[in-house]
C-alpha cells in the first residue's frame, strides 16, 4: 500500500498517531468515515488529559497552590492558542462553552434577547444544522422577530442573489450561518456573506463547526461578529467550545449563565460582572477538556493543512468519481466548493439499512438527516448515507467503501 498520497500528504504516518484506528471492527480492519460527526484523537491528546488528572488536578483560578497554578496556566495557554490558532485579535475574545451548539445558544439569548425586536428578521441557510436554526427560533418567540431560510439549490449551493434581496427591506439583524454544510458538504462564501450582512446594517455568526478541522480561519479577514466551533471537529475532546466574539459585542452583551467565576461582586443588592472572558465562563469548566484541546491544536499546528486539505479532497473527488460508476447510487450536494464529505443514496435501499450492514465490514458512516431536516425535506428525502473524510483516511479506506457498497447492493 502506497503511504503517500497523489498530493504528497503522508496520512499514514499520521494514522499511526490515532490509536483507536488500529482495531478491528466486526472481524474487520476499522474504515472511519464518520469524521463529520466526530473526529477522532491522536496520542497526544488522549495523554494530556491523563496527565492532567494524574499531575495536575485542580480547579483552575483563585487557587493559592502549586496544583491550581500550573492547571490554570495550561488552560488558559489554551485560549491563547485558539487565539493563534483563528486569528482572533484577543484571547479575551474567547470563550470557552460545552460546544458549537452552547456557543450559538449563548448569542441568541445573550445578543438576541438583548436586541431583537419585533419585526426584526433573523436570517439562516436552508442547509443549517438545527443547533443554529433552532435557538433563533426560541428567541425570536420570545421577541416578536421571524427566522428565515436563505434558499439552497439543487447542487447545495447558497443562493447569493436571494441573500441581496432579502438583506434589502433594512429588518434583518443578524445572518446566521454555516461555514460549511455538515450534510452536503457546501462551503459557503462566507466573506462575501459578512460584506453583504454588514452593508446592511446586521451583525453575522458564522457556524465554523464543519471549517474548522479541515481548513484555516482568520477572524481578521472573515471580519464576523461571532464565530463558533467544537473542539472535537478538530481533534480534540467532547464537551468543549468555542465562541469567538468580537470584544465590543462581548462587552455589551449581558451573561446568559450566573454563578461563580463570572461575577466580580455579589450582594443581596445585587451583583456586578468579571470581566472578558469569565464573564461568560460560570461554574467549573471542563479543564481537562480544553487542556485536550491545546494538545490538539498543538497537533494540527505541527502538521502541513495545506496539504492535508489538499489530501482530503484528492479523497473526495476519488470518491465521488467511483460513486458515479456505480449504477443506482445517487451523489445529494454537488456544490463546486465542498469540503471532503460525500452524502449519497443507493436506489431501492432505506440509508440506515446501508450504514447497518457497512458497519458489519468494519465502515463507520453516518445516517439520517444530519441534524439538517430543512434540507432534506427540500431534497424530498428522509435523509443520506454520509461519508467524511479526514486526515488519517486513505485511498484504500475508500477502495473498501466501495467493496462493502458492493456487497450491501447484493443484498439488498
Not at 460527526?37 to 495523554?47: C, D, F, G, L, S
Not at 502549586?66 to 486569528?87: N, P, S
Request: a negative charge; charged letters at 20%.
Amino acid at each position: 500500500m502506497a503511504t503517500v498520497s497523489p498530493v504528497g500528504f503522508d496520512a499514514e504516518r499520521v494514522r499511526a498517531d490515532f490509536p483507536i484506528l488500529q482495531q478491528q471492527v466486526n472481524g474487520h480492519p476499522l474504515v472511519y468515515l464518520d469524521n463529520a460527526a466526530t473526529t477522532q484523537k491522536p496520542e497526544v491528546v488522549i495523554q494530556a488529559i491523563v496527565d492532567y488528572y494524574r499531575e495536575d488536578n485542580s480547579n483552575v483560578h483563585r487557587g493559592a497552590h502549586t496544583l491550581a497554578d500550573r492547571a490554570t496556566a495550561k488552560f488558559e495557554a489554551a485560549r491563547g492558542k485558539v487565539r493563534d490558532l483563528i486569528h482572533a485579535a484577543h484571547a479575551h475574545e474567547i470563550i470557552w462553552t460545552r460546544g458549537t451548539t452552547e456557543s450559538i445558544n449563548l448569542v441568541a439569548n445573550s445578543w438576541g434577547r438583548g436586541n431583537l425586536q419585533p419585526g426584526d428578521r433573523v436570517l439562516v441557510s436552508a442547509m443549517e444544522h438545527h443547533a443554529n436554526i433552532v435557538p433563533w427560533q426560541m428567541v425570536a418567540a420570545d421577541c416578536g422577530a421571524s427566522v428565515e431560510p436563505i434558499p439552497v439549490d439543487e447542487s447545495g449551493t447558497l443562493d447569493m442573489q436571494a441573500l441581496r434581496f432579502m438583506l434589502d427591506d433594512g429588518r434583518v439583524k443578524m445572518v446566521a450561518c454555516g461555514h460549511v454544510s455538515n450534510a452536503l458538504g457546501s462551503i459557503n462564501p462566507v466573506e462575501e456573506i459578512v460584506q453583504l450582512a454588514h452593508a446592511a446594517g446586521a451583525l453575522c455568526l458564522l457556524d465554523g463547526a464543519q471549517a474548522i478541522g479541515h481548513f484555516n480561519v482568520d477572524m481578521q479577514a472573515l471580519d464576523c461578529d461571532f464565530y463558533v466551533f467544537s473542539a472535537h471537529k478538530l481533534f480534540g475532546p467532547t464537551g468543549v467550545g468555542v465562541l469567538y466574539g468580537k470584544s465590543a459585542l462581548l462587552e455589551a452583551m449581558q451573561p446568559w449563565v450566573g454563578g461563580g467565576e463570572m461575577i466580580e461582586t455579589v450582594s443581596f443588592a445585587g451583583s456586578t460582572w468579571n470581566q472578558l472572558p469569565w464573564k461568560f465562563e460560570a461554574g467549573t469548566p471542563d479543564i481537562a477538556g480544553v487542556i485536550g484541546f491545546g494538545a490538539a491544536i498543538d497537533y494540527v499546528q505541527g502538521l502541513d493543512r495545506v496539504a492535508a486539505e489538499a489530501h482530503e479532497l484528492e479523497l473526495l473527488h476519488y470518491a465521488e468519481s467511483r460513486a458515479r460508476e456505480v449504477p443506482g447510487m445517487r451523489l445529494i450536494g454537488t456544490a463546486a466548493n465542498k469540503i471532503a464529505v460525500m452524502s449519497f443514496l443507493l436506489e431501492g435501499a432505506h440509508p440506515a439499512d446501508v450504514g447497518t450492514l457497512l458497519d458489519q465490514q468494519g465502515v463507520a458512516v453516518r445516517t439520517g438527516h444530519h441534524c439538517a431536516q430543512p434540507i432534506m425535506d427540500q431534497y424530498a428525502i428522509p435523509g443520506t448515507v454520509r461519508a467524511s473524510f479526514s486526515i488519517y483516511n486513505t485511498r484504500a479506506d475508500v477502495d473498501r467503501l466501495f467493496v462493502a457498497l458492493e456487497k450491501v447492493r447484493q443484498f439488498l
